[in-house]
């Protein structure tokens, strides 16, 4: 589980964007974070996997303080977490294999055709992470040839090459459609599910979150104003 204590940033230039905050995330909850522009989403997620040095507080993950991790071990503890983006962040030139692949090595490598540098099991794994996520028939296309909706399972299968302890997802539907979105959502939630992962996934899209997230949390300024079910936020507003 994830296991935030009392989570505070102050940017170097004065503005804080968060201020205490604190939750629990169990193995295979899927928690939507929500709030206006400028409330502190992004800082969470990036203090979450230090792309931003949280100013206060714990960051539990398992035994690990993610907040106390220094330079040395940074590298492995962010293997622990699975990011999924808005825009796929995958390299366009390199088929589904290899993108899912880099996921598994933690880098992009920079030698051409690594597929077969990878030990039988890496390859079949990604195999089977591609079969779930429904691109099996994908595998050897450049990941430039593919739909939105197809990238993002992509993005869903490298994420899960790394055998994450947690899933970070950054408007994972932004860019797309409406029934690719909930179809996109409904993956994401099943796939957590089955692993008993947990997740926080950053979403602007208020109806989408409540109809799929398993929990939401309201930020406002910085803290939490809202924490609960997706039927409890029709109560609350
Ligand atoms: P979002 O769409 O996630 O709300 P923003 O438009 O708020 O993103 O921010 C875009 C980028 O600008 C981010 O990298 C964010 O960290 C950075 N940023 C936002 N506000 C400031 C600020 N006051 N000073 C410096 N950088 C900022
Ligand atoms: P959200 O993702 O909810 O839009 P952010 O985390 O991007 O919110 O921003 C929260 C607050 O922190 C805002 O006041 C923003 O201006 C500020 N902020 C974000 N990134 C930076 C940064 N790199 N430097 C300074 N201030 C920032």
């Not at 296991?3 to 004065?14: H, I, M, P």
């Not at 808005?86 to 294999?97: F, G, H, P, S």
Request: charged letters at 25%; glycine letters at 8%.
């Amino acid at each position: 589980m994830l296991e935030l204590q009392q989570l505070s940033k102050t940017y170097a230039t004065g503005d804080t964007a968060l201020r205490d905050v604190s939750f629990v995330v169990p193995r295979g909850q899927v928690m939507g974070l929500i709030g206006p522009s400028g409330a502190g989403k992004s800082t969470l997620i990036r203090c979450i996997n230090r792309l931003v040095d949280p100013s206060g507080g714990r960051i539990l993950l398992g035994d690990t303080d993610l907040a106390q991790v220094g330079r040395s071990e940074l590298r492995r503890q962010r293997r622990r977490i699975g990011m999924i983006f808005q825009e796929y962040a995958l390299v366009e030139r390199l088929t589904v294999m290899e993108n899912v692949l880099s996921g598994r090595l933690g880098y992009v490598p920079f030698w051409r055709s690594f597929t077969r540098r990878f030990p039988g099991q890496d390859i079949e794994n990604a195999y089977r992470l591609l079969d779930r996520v429904g691109l099996l028939e994908q595998a050897d296309k450049r990941a430039d040839a593919l739909s939105g909706g197809q990238r993002q399972r992509v993005g869903i299968a490298r994420a899960l090459a790394q055998e994450p302890a947690l899933l970070l997802v950054d408007e994972p539907t932004a860019s797309l459609d409406p029934k690719t979105s909930r179809q996109i959502m409904r993956l994401i939630i099943e796939i957590c599910d089955e692993r008993e992962l947990p997740a926080i996934v950053n979403i602007h899209d208020v109806p989408l979150a409540q109809q799929f997230m398993h929990r939401l949390i309201g930020l406002r300024a910085g803290e939490v104003v809202f924490d609960g079910t997706p039927a409890a936020l029709d109560e609350a507003v």
